[in-house]
């Protein structure tokens, strides 16, 4: 493995890194002002619109996609440290229309979608056009396991009917949000795993009710939100269908493994900012004569920090460089392992970043509260840390160590 990165990409983050500084984060607490409004979901920020073209005349729009002809031919390796950028600011991923679920959302449709899919959906969200959302999880089932999910997605002449609830549909509060991606079972006598399918239902289909917008730990986050939807009887055309009946959890798995280094690589940057936020508190506050920074506890605070982030970003590195070298499946222990590591790094750097903050670090003044909330999902989130831990055992236990322990102790 070698992470030096190409000129190309040394361009693209001091572009980034600009860009950040120029427009994003002064321009965080506007966007915050113009969603302070009885109904936060009713309308888009003018900010963000604004941002998002100014992104696109700097070419800086669509970065994601490896390997295809819709994004900017990055690899895995090339996005990462792009997406780091991103992941310090909560708005910025949006900005350059490389946010969740609409990536993962536009990677299924570049994959599995027919090309009348991808001239209804995928270009307009390429274009930013309209957003989407992605609906898997189910509030009476343990989704953790997604052969669990009960919606049902039946055959009725040239036609599929939906009927189920789902939930932590991240982005259906969003006005943009036109198209859901619905994961339900199409036959529950097949092969446990190949009981499921997925299909496209556009959001104003009849039937479509969202019942209510989930907060997290009491944050909207407005106007994206999280939806609890009911498909009572929802009608589509059969052509919505998503590659095969049956091949609903094939997809999942490959949407999953580019999503959760994506996540992974946005927690490194939101780990970063919060470690620089911290150095510069210490500095310049004091207590008991002398400033925060001269506390030993505090200085053990900023070392850890700066270890568990490199720990952490390498991590990630060789998990983006294998999944180009050797593709997702290769690669399932490694992305299993960021997952875990990398919320748990960010959620202890931040932390610390509260505490030397103080007071202030738990308010609203500040965007450390809001990240640690935000972040602290993502231990569930693409799933959770235990199913990870499960798979990176499975994984480990199938090495040869049996033969290797006979071979110690001759």
């Known amino acids: 493995m070698y992470f030096e990165h190409s000129e190309k990409v040394k361009e693209l983050q001091e572009k980034l890194t600009t860009f950040m500084e120029d427009h994003i984060y002064p321009n965080e607490a506007l966007y915050e002002e113009q969603l302070k409004k009885e109904d936060r979901f009713s309308e888009i920020p003018k900010i963000m619109e604004e941002l998002k073209a100014k992104a696109k005349e700097e070419g800086l729009w669509n970065l994601f996609l490896p390997e295809s002809e819709y994004g900017a031919g990055l690899t895995n390796m090339e996005y990462a440290p792009l997406c780091e950028i991103m992941g310090r600011s909560a708005i910025a991923p949006e900005v350059f229309n490389c946010a969740a679920p609409d990536t993962g959302n536009m990677e299924v449709l570049v994959r599995y979608g027919t090309e009348e899919q991808k001239k209804q959906w995928l270009e307009p ?90 907060p997290v730990f009491g944050y909207d986050h407005a106007p994206h939100g999280h939806a609890e939807i009911e498909f009572k009887n929802v009608r589509v055309p059969a ?112 932390d610390r970043a509260i505490q030397a903050f103080g007071a202030a670090g738990v308010s609203g003044d500040f965007e450390l509260a809001a990240n640690w909330a935000n972040i602290r999902t993502l231990r569930l989130a693409d799933g959770p840390d235990e199913v990870h831990r499960r798979a990176i055992a499975k994984y480990e236990l199938a090495k040869d160590y049996g033969r290797n322990a006979v071979h110690a102790r001759q």
């Open 239 to 350: 052509s919505n269908l998503l590659w095969d009946e049956g091949k609903g959890f094939a997809i999942a798995q490959g949407r999953l493994g580019p999503g959760r280094i994506h996540h992974c690589m946005r927690t490194i940057g939101a780990a970063e900012r919060a470690l620089e936020l911290m150095c510069e508190r210490v500095q310049s506050r004091q207590a008991f004569g002398k400033p925060l920074a001269d506390q030993g506890v505090v200085r053990e605070w900023i070392a850890d920090s700066r270890i568990e982030i490199e720990q952490a970003r390498l991590l990630t590195l060789k998990a983006a460089y294998m999944m180009d070298t050797v593709g997702n499946k290769e690669a399932q222990s490694e992305i299993a392992m960021i997952k875990v590591v990398a919320p748990n790094m960010a959620l202890k750097v931040i």
């Open 125 to 214: 969200l390429l274009r930013g056009e309209i957003r989407s959302c992605f609906s898997m999880t189910e509030p009476d089932v343990a989704s953790s396991d997604a052969t669990n999910v009960q919606t049902s997605i039946t055959k009725v002449g040239d036609e599929y009917v939906i009927n189920g609830t789902k939930w932590w549909s991240s982005g259906a509060g969003d006005p943009r949000c036109k198209i859901s991606i619905v994961m339900g079972k199409n036959d529950p006598d097949a092969a446990r795993h190949e009981q499921q399918s997925m299909i496209l239902v556009p959001l104003d289909s009849e039937g479509v009710t969202i019942k209510r917008l989930l």
